[in-house]
């Protein structure tokens, strides 16, 4: 069946132009049976220069596009800024609130957090299946992308994955919807390991960086995941492999805990990515 899907993203980076390009294209090769009801942005022209490229991405695609400034909307209201760990402010549910509002004239499936840099608050996740997408595999590192990849290295990981999770008010802490494994040993990643040795991830973050070879090793491994994940989850959804109701996954009659594993799909999409054939 077609699914209709909701996009929502601050447009802030290359990143989401990627994801939505992705999406698209996917779409016109008939690769995925969907549609995208509408792209909703929490910027407007002006704010943001790689913003206004996005803006114009979803222009092009003829996708009906919302936006409404959280920044201004904060600023007229006198609102502080969120802080991670604490009660999201007022004026957050009043602008969720119009959000909402915003999008009811645009009914979808499903939605997708595609670098949305906001948390929803509990009257927009309790009212739509909305996905949102983490670095790591189910039960893995909370965090950005660099925060998973310095745990990983200093837990010394064996393996990591990328997953979509239902969005909720507590970061990154959803349940999973789909997921995706990767080993972090093997001829890529065993002189990498001995690089560091028994040097903490701290030690390495101070000497190095993110320029240190393992360090960037996982994230290519990651990242190359991360689009084909989005796609070929929306694909489970169109091909009635997946759903959710009641803030539950389930796969076909039976109720799956801990999400739907992708890795052999999301592996052949990224053979030839890490190959460097593709």
Known sequence: MTISIGWFSTGRDDAALDLLTAAMEAIQRGELDARIAFVFCNRERGEHEPTDVFLDLVESYGIPLITLSSRAFRRARGGALSKPGEPLPTWRHEYDSRVAELVSGYPFDIGVLAGYMLIFTEEVCERYPILNLHPAEPGGPAGTWQQVIWELMEQRAQRSGAMLHLATPRLDE????????????????????????ERSSEEVRETEGEENRLFKEIRRHGAARELPLVVATLRAFAEGRVRIEGGRVFAGEREVRGGYDLTPEIDAAVAPLLSGQG
């Open 174 to 197: 959803g349940p999973p919807v789909t997921y995706c494994l990767f080993s972090l040993r093997g001829p890529a990643f065993d002189s990498l390991w001995q690089e560091i040795g």
